[in-house]
C-alpha cells in the first residue's frame, strides 16, 4: 500500500480556523506530510504539498501578493490552481513547463473551519443540522496543538467517566461516579453513540452556559463520533437552552494532533459568547493535561487494554476504526 493508498490519506481533516488564512501562506501538517494553503486570487483556497517543483523549498515560508505565492527560494511564483506563472531566471518570454505546476489538492471551509483532504475523500465532511438552523448561533476557537495521538484525544471525548475527576476542576461532580449502562445507537445520518443524563456542577462561569439556576443541574446529553475523530455532544436544560459542542482532532503525527470545537447554541451569545467559549477551552485543557501525559497511541488490539462498562462507546470507536485503516482504497 503506498501513502496515498492509506485510507487516512481520504479522509477530510481540520486543520486551521477559516481566520487564520489570511495573506500569509499556512503550513499544515497530516501524518507526518508537510502542505501549505492559502487563499487565491479570488480568494479561493489552494492546498498543495508544502514543497516548490524547482529544488523543494518550503512554500510556507514564501510571500503572498495578489493570491500568488512566490517561493522563498528563486522566487517562482505559484497562483489560482497551483499553476506556476512565473520563473524570473529564465526572463517573460520563457515557457514554463507543464511539471512546474503544482499539484493541488483537496481544501475546503465548512463551519469556520479549513478542511483539507491529502487524498480524494471518500466520505464527507461530518454533517452538523444546527448549522442551517437560524435559532442557533455558531461560536468558533482558535486551532490548537496537542503532543498527543489522535487515537487518546477521540477516546477521551467518548468518556463519561472521567468527568468527575479530570473535569473537578470546571464541571466534573465527584458524587456522580457511576456511569449508566447506556446502549449505543445511530443519533443521526452521521453520528453514533449514546444519550444519557448528568448531573453537573453549575457554580461561577458554568452558569454562563447553562443560563443560570442551581448550582448543581441535571441535563440531557448525547455523544456520538464520526469516522474517523470528530465527535459531537449535545447537552439540553431544562430551560430550553440547548448546546452542540462539535470537537474534532487531526494527526500531525503518531503523538501530535491538532484539536478544535465548535459551539452552537440557542440563547442569545452576544454578551456571554466568549465566556462560553473560554469556559470549554478550560474544560479541554483539562483534558490536554491528562492526555500529554500519556505516550503513543491508543491500542486498537483487543484485550490489550482493560475496558468497562463505561468504555462502550470507545470500543465501537475502536471497533469501526480498526475496520476503516485496514481497508485497503
Ligand atoms: S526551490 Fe522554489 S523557486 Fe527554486
Ligand atoms: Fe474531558
Redesign the pocket.
Known sequence: MTASDHPLDHCWYAVATAVAITDQPYPVEICDVSYVIWRGSDGALIAARDR?T????K?SLGTITHGCLR?P????VFGDDGRCVAVPSSGDSATIAPTAHLDTLQVAEQYGLIWFSPGEPTQPIPSLDVESDSTFTRLNTNMEIWDCSVTRMIDNMLDVAHFPYTHAGTFGREQEQAVPNFSLEQLDDTFFGYKYSVVVNNEGEAKAMSGGGDDVIGLDMSTGFALPYSVRSTMSYDNGIEQTLFMTASPMSAERSYFTFVLWRNDDVSTTGQQIVDFEREVAREDREMLEQLSGELSLKRGTLVDVQSDKASLEWRRRYSAMVDTAI
Open positions: 516548490c524547482h529544488r523543494e523549498a512554500l517561493c527560494y528563486h522566487g517562482w
